[in-house]
């Protein structure tokens, strides 16, 4: 079965900071794996992607993401963190053998970037 | 483009009643995706809805239904409402496709008293 885990509830770092928000997953076959970010009383906006190919993938705001298919992780990672990205992070993913058409989300983890 | 439009935004409903939610696509999308967020959770995957069928279910009873219109709109029905059916219900669309990222409304809130 699909499973995702965000072992953090909550990730403190100051603006300026490089900040991690760590993924795992477990599926029975390839996974298509992906970020989104909710901000307060809205859906969720897709940040990045990883189908196949090279294991950094790049997204939107500045934010990056390595697949790492011997750890079964993938992270999401900014070299600079802004006030603005202060938010709640969902990862998300998607088992290619069962066709691909049920996305699991992970709990979320919330991210505080302090000025 | 107006994105993934849903309705109502807020809604409160008695136990046991019924209710349908409303979600229309991102143009050019044709298939379409329900979750359901608790508070404090990530969202689980209802069902999705392709080509006017149910293409595939997540663990959710019978008394959650749907619908999908031939221009691609859908609708969420749940059935003798549950406190614990209490949740943002999130409505999804994308193109064909297992890679394509998915382009979410902005929820509907419904509060079951």
């Known amino acids: 079965a699909q499973s995702v885990a965000q072992p953090e509830d909550q990730v403190n770092v100051a603006e300026g900071n490089p900040l991690t928000v760590k993924c795992t997953y477990s599926?029975?076959?390839?996974?298509?794996l992906f970020w989104y970010v909710q901000y307060p009383n809205r859906g969720l906006q897709f940040l990045l992607k990883?189908?196949?190919?090279?294991?950094l993938v790049k997204g939107s705001y500045g934010f990056e993401a390595e697949f790492n298919k011997s750890q079964t992780s993938f992270h999401l990672k900014k070299p600079s963190a802004l006030v603005s990205d202060s938010a709640l992070y969902f990862c998300?993913?998607?088992?290619?053998?069962?066709?691909?058409?049920?996305?699991?989300f992970g709990a979320g983890t919330r991210l505080f970037v302090k000025a | 483009d107006a994105g993934v439009t849903q309705s109502p935004t807020h809604l409160i409903k008695t136990r046991g009643q019924q209710v349908t939610l409303r979600c229309s696509p991102k143009?050019?999308?044709?298939?379409v995706s329900w979750y359901q967020q608790a508070l404090g959770q990530g969202p689980q995957f209802i069902f999705q809805?392709?080509?006017?069928?149910?293409?595939q279910r997540g663990n959710f009873p019978d008394r959650f239904s749907g619908h999908q219109f031939p221009n691609y709109s859908s609708e969420l029905n749940v059935n003798a409402l549950l406190l614990g059916d209490s949740a943002l219900y999130l409505c999804?669309?994308?193109?064909?496709?297992?890679?394509?990222?998915?382009?979410f409304g902005q929820g509907t809130r419904l509060t079951v008293v």
């Open positions: 999804a669309s994308s193109p064909t496709g297992g890679g394509t990222e998915a382009f």
């Open positions: 599926v029975s076959g390839n996974p298509y």
């Open positions: 990883y189908i196949t190919g090279d294991n």
């Open positions: 998300a993913v998607r088992d290619i053998h069962t066709g691909g058409f049920k996305t699991i």
């Open positions: 143009s050019g999308h044709d298939t």
């Open positions: 809805y392709y080509e006017e069928e149910e293409r």
